[in-house]
């Protein structure tokens, strides 16, 4: 086996290596970012429904 072919074997693990965590990063923020945009939502509606039940007890007293 030439040389060369065994650094092309051992590039290829190495670069597959590097994609794999680039790949697994990548996924994690985005992963962070939809819960971070459900978290936000999620705040507003109960926020929203906290408001409204504030205004309805106004109303009545």
Do not use: C, P
């Not at 680039?22 to 408001?51: D, P, R, T, Y």
Request: glycine share 4%; proline share 0%.
């Amino acid at each position: 086996m030439k040389m060369s072919t065994v650094w092309s074997i051992v590039g290829a693990i190495i670069a597959i290596i590097i994609a794999w965590w680039v790949v697994n990063i990548a996924f994690s923020i985005a992963w962070f970012l939809v819960k971070a945009i459900i978290a936000v939502l999620a705040a507003a509606a109960i926020f929203g429904l906290i408001k409204a039940s504030l205004k309805s007890k106004d109303k009545k007293g």
